[in-house]
T-cell receptor, first 116, second 109 residues
Framework: NAGVTQTPKFQVLKTGQSMTLQCAQD?????MSWYRQDPGMGLRLIHY???????DQGEVPNGYNVSRSTTEDFPLRLLSAAPSQTSVYFC???????????????FGPGTRLTVT | GIQVEQSPPDLILQEGANSTLRCNFS?????LQWFHQNPWGQLINLFY???GTKQNGRLSATTVATERYSLLYISSSQTTDSGVYFC???????????FGQGTELSVKP
């Protein structure tokens, strides 16, 4: 099992450009999520999905779009990059237990994004 | 939304010392997890512990859900324990795992 994979590892964008951060998992997990990590701010939830075709907003969704057409993939789209979106982005996945919520969450290695 | 507070924010230990990290949360939760982020940035799940006590080697965790806190114990610390420890909580049927700010641990040889 590759676990949770993310591409690219590093990316530099100019203000206004768009791009997609890729995330894939091979553990057949229903639940997937995207976080951003900024210095001194911990991890903040951007968007999450409890299954194919179902997505919802997290704590900081503005400027980001997601879709979930398959169980395996959960791409994050930046529509018009801004310097405030400079951050490290982590994708995660887990089983989602109906009566016990999100089970052990596995993280990808992260994507370091710089917007100039 | 739910507030998650971790203490202390920073901790420096000599190798071999023991430590206790605390996580307080402001509302009833469905689950609680502890993570370790190593100095290279990788996040590893340590415990899924909505209530009770679990142990894994030198690490153990206790969650008292009724009093809204969890503790992570590290015994006989090693330099490889260095990094940031996060707790994260999910409100009942919330679908959102919310992280605390973390405790940065540095273990000196």
């Amino acid at each position: 099992n590759a676990g949770v994979t993310q591409t690219p590892k590093f990316q530099v964008l100019k203000t206004g450009q768009s791009m997609t951060l890729q995330c894939a998992q091979d553990m057949n997990h229903e639940y997937m999520s995207w976080y951003r990590q900024d210095p001194g701010m911990g991890l903040r939830l951007i968007h999450y999905s409890v299954g194919a075709g179902i997505t919802d907003q997290g704590e900081v969704p503005n400027g980001y779009n997601v879709s979930r057409s398959t169980t395996e993939d959960f791409p994050l789209r930046l529509l018009s990059a801004a310097p405030s979106q400079t951050s490290v982005y982590f994708c995660a996945s887990s089983y989602s237990l109906v009566d016990r919520g999100i089970y052990e969450q596995y993280f990808g290695p992260g994507t370091r994004l710089t917007v100039t | 939304g739910i507030q998650v507070e971790q203490s202390p924010p920073d901790l420096i230990l000599q190798e071999g010392a023991n430590s206790t990290l605390r996580c307080n949360f402001s509302d009833s939760v469905n689950n609680l997890q502890w993570f370790h982020q190593n100095p290279w940035g990788q996040l590893i799940n340590l415990f899924y512990i909505p209530s009770g006590t679990k142990q894994n080697g030198r690490l153990s965790a206790t969650t008292v859900a009724t009093e809204r806190y969890s503790l992570l114990y590290i015994s006989s610390s090693q330099t490889t324990d260095s990094g940031v420890y996060f707790c994260a909580v999910e409100r009942r049927q919330g679908g959102k795992l919310i992280f605390g700010q973390g405790t940065e641990l540095s273990v000196k040889p």
